[in-house]
């Protein structure tokens, strides 16, 4: 998809890894919203991320960089920054230099939160602060759920196109195999989109197996939101219990994972 409509990537909060995937003292560049990044996790245990090049001569953090402390290292001059992309350390010079003296950030930092067992990064355009808040799922917050499973894509398009797809109820019939176009009520909140869908679904028999005669159905149900561009979840319910989490996360303008 050539992106022939030069669509931007909107601003939203964006799961950029599985809280699992980075440890404490861990360091991984990241290459999202066509920009280069760098995640670490800081002794402490808190996630960070930062814009990856270096104020001093421009080294990516991302590739070489160490944690110490709650800094990270630059892997070229040792020059360290806190999580807030403040300059704290120059360790061979005698005075800070002015371009990082004063406390002043020199590199951005995305503002980052930890919820649902993954990482989130606000971005926007302009670099303006959150306008809304990633929504704590409480099934990725309870023992009563099985661990989560997986499974993730990067492919050609522009984020806006799997958005559209959360509202486009008649594929269901062809492509999930729905019996019928569900029938939906969607509600708007703030920046959140809300959809409560009934269908017919072939009737499932407590073996696992679904009946394949055309004949036997039951009434399923999808509730399905999202909240910006980046977080969706839904919540099957009728013929299974299931939930899902969808994260959207723009490579670039022509490229999402
Ligand atoms: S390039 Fe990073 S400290 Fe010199």
Redesign the pocket.
Known sequence: MENTAQLPIPFGWYCVSLSRDLQPGEVKPLRYFDREMVMFRTEAGEAKVLDAY??????H?GHGGKVTGENIA??????EFSGEGVCKT?PYAANMPPKVANGKPCIYAYPTVEKNQSIWVWYHPEQIAPLFEVEQLHELHSDDWTDISTYEWTFRSHIQETAENGCDAAHFMYVHGNQDVPKGEVKHEGFQRHAHFVSKAPEIFEDGTFDTTGTLFRDSFLDTSSNGPGQTWQRFSGVFETFMMGTVTPIDEKTVH
């Open positions: 270096c104020p001093h001569l421009g080294a953090l630059c892997p070229f001059h040792a020059w120059v």
